[in-house]
């Protein structure tokens, strides 16, 4: 059972344009991280988010927490090339010890 | 610091052999993952190990056994390797809370 579904799941985008996906549960957690992974390399964290209805901006990136806590997204401003990866989310619940990820959407900026 | 660093980098293996995979972390985090990760897969946990002396088994746990050496290293092993098992294998650590810090990787090809 995938506990984390993300959309879409291939999202292919020309620079500058704007863009959103999105992480989705019917659980809820106490806090979401969001990880991006460029070819060849691991997953590096970008943010965390842990109250509902929280906003966390880095950058041109802006995460959003869902109110109850089971949804999260993630929204670019003017893509560039250099946000090309594979955007991961991954859900934590109290004392399980682990997180759940997502399958990921993988992003593509063309120039 | 060098963060979470992964030995070997690259591995072919032939059906029914057996290696290990090492993981060593100096970020003095307790909890420490692997990961395999497939094409449109996403990430799958294997084992984890939430502090030294402790593991517990993941989501794809068969065909793997697990060391927690010491508060720093973890390692994965492969006592009889199969095709199915060709993956890319990463590992990963984490302190307080669910926010994971990964390794560049392990390349594996099972022939």
């Not at chain 2, 090492?22 to 502090?51: E, F, K, T």
Request: charged share 15%.
């Amino acid at each position: 059972t995938q506990l984390l579904e993300q959309s879409p799941q291939f999202l292919s985008i020309q620079e500058g344009e704007n863009l959103t996906v999105y992480c989705n549960s019917s659980s809820v957690f106490s806090s979401l991280q969001w990880y991006r992974q460029e070819p060849g390399e691991g997953p590096v964290l970008l943010v965390t988010v842990v109250t509902g209805g929280e906003v966390k901006k880095l950058k041109r990136l802006t995460f959003q927490f869902g109110d109850a806590r089971k949804d999260s997204s993630l929204h670019i401003t003017a893509a560039q090339p250099g946000d090309t990866g594979l955007y991961l989310c991954a859900g934590a619940r109290t004392n399980a010890g682990k997180s759940t990820f997502g399958d990921g959407t993988t992003l593509t900026v063309k120039p | 610091n060098a963060g979470v660093t992964q030995t070997p980098k690259f591995q072919v293996l032939k059906t029914g052999q057996s290696m290990t995979l090492q993981c060593a972390q100096d970020m003095n985090h307790n909890s420490m993952y692997w990961y395999r990760q497939d094409p449109g897969m996403g990430l799958r946990l294997i084992y984890y190990s939430a502090s030294e002396g402790t593991t517990d088994k993941g989501e794809v746990p068969n065909g793997y056994n697990v060391s927690r050496l010491n508060k720093r290293e973890f390692s994965l092993r492969l006592e009889s390797a199969a095709p199915s098992q060709t993956s890319v294998y990463f590992c990963a650590s984490s302190g307080v809370g669910y926010e994971q810090y990964f390794g560049p990787g392990t390349r594996l090809t099972v022939t």
